[in-house]
């Protein structure tokens, strides 16, 4: 039998875990809204531009439909475009993504792509793009955002690979997402990305033999 005080223990400390979990938030949502402030009154350059990095931050942690979420997506919406960075078009993409707003986020990587190609992260933004495309149904955008990146055997190749499995499907077409699959297993064996290719394959498996 479990003891009393044992209970009140482990009571306790999940009563300090709530308390430290709720007075981060309450941190998180401070910080924000003082970088909001210094946004909005763009008097300080420097004081903006950090600023301006810490939303985009803090946007691609806090869950998408989260009040303070949105604050912070209208704030970096109404900063001028020469302000934009990479980081920043990157965040509001992301975010486009996860909100189901799929032309919005096309828009903001298209952009994002034209203005810094040469981004080391540029195979990274291409493939949302690619996402993008394929949740708003243009499949065929999607695909030639894909195929030039699908030939390298880097790591981002995978997730490149990655995708256009899932353009597969959405295109009614699971054998070839099955032969995505396999190739990413292949090709980056113990990584995340291939655990989550053979999650995704055997799904198809399962439904093919349910049919």
Same mark, same amino acid.
């Given at each position: 039998?479990?003891?009393?005080?044992?209970?009140?223990? $482990?009571? !306790?400390?999940?009563?300090?875990?709530?308390?430290?979990?709720?007075?981060? !938030?309450?941190?998180?949502?401070? %910080? $924000? #809204?003082?970088?909001?402030?210094?946004? /909005? @009154?763009?008097?300080?350059? $420097?004081?903006?531009?950090?600023?301006?990095? /810490?939303?985009?931050?803090?946007?691609?942690?806090?869950?998408?439909?989260?009040?303070?979420?949105?604050?912070? %997506?209208?704030?970096?919406?109404?900063?001028?475009?020469?302000?934009?960075?990479?980081?920043?078009?990157?965040?509001?993409?992301?975010?486009?993504?996860?909100?189901?707003?799929?032309?919005?986020?096309?828009?903001?990587?298209?952009?994002?792509?034209?203005?810094?190609?040469?981004?080391?992260?540029?195979?990274?933004?291409?493939?949302?793009?690619?996402?993008?495309? /394929?949740? @708003?149904?243009?499949?065929?955008?999607?695909?030639?955002?894909?195929?030039?990146?699908?030939?390298?055997?880097?790591?981002?190749?995978?997730?490149?690979?990655?995708?256009?499995?899932?353009?597969?499907?959405? %295109?009614?077409?699971?054998?070839?997402?099955?032969?995505?699959? #396999?190739?990413?297993?292949?090709?980056?064996?113990?990584?995340?990305?291939?655990?989550?290719? %053979? /999650?995704?394959?055997?799904?198809?498996?399962?439904?093919?033999?349910?049919?």
């Amino acid at each position: 039998m479990i003891s009393a005080g044992f209970k009140a223990a $482990v009571l !306790g400390i999940l009563l300090t875990a709530v308390a430290a979990e709720t007075a981060t !938030g309450a941190d998180l949502n401070a %910080r $924000v #809204r003082e970088c909001v402030e210094i946004v /909005r @009154s763009g008097e300080n350059p $420097v004081d903006t531009r950090d600023c301006l990095e /810490r939303l985009a931050g803090y946007l691609k942690l806090i869950e998408p439909d989260d009040i303070t979420a949105r604050e912070i %997506r209208e704030c970096l919406e109404g900063v001028p475009e020469e302000r934009w960075t990479p980081f920043l078009q990157a965040a509001l993409g992301s975010h486009y993504l996860k909100t189901g707003n799929p032309d919005k986020a096309s828009e903001m990587y298209l952009d994002l792509i034209l203005s810094f190609p040469s981004d080391p992260k540029i195979m990274r933004y291409r493939i949302a793009l690619a996402e993008a495309f /394929r949740m @708003s149904g243009n499949y065929i955008q999607a695909a030639a955002q894909l195929e030039p990146l699908l030939e390298s055997r880097s790591t981002e190749s995978a997730w490149a690979i990655l995708e256009m499995a899932r353009l597969n499907q959405s %295109r009614g077409l699971p054998d070839k997402a099955l032969e995505n699959y #396999r190739k990413i297993e292949l090709q980056a064996a113990g990584t995340k990305v291939a655990e989550i290719a %053979r /999650r995704e394959s055997r799904e198809i498996r399962l439904n093919q033999w349910a049919m």
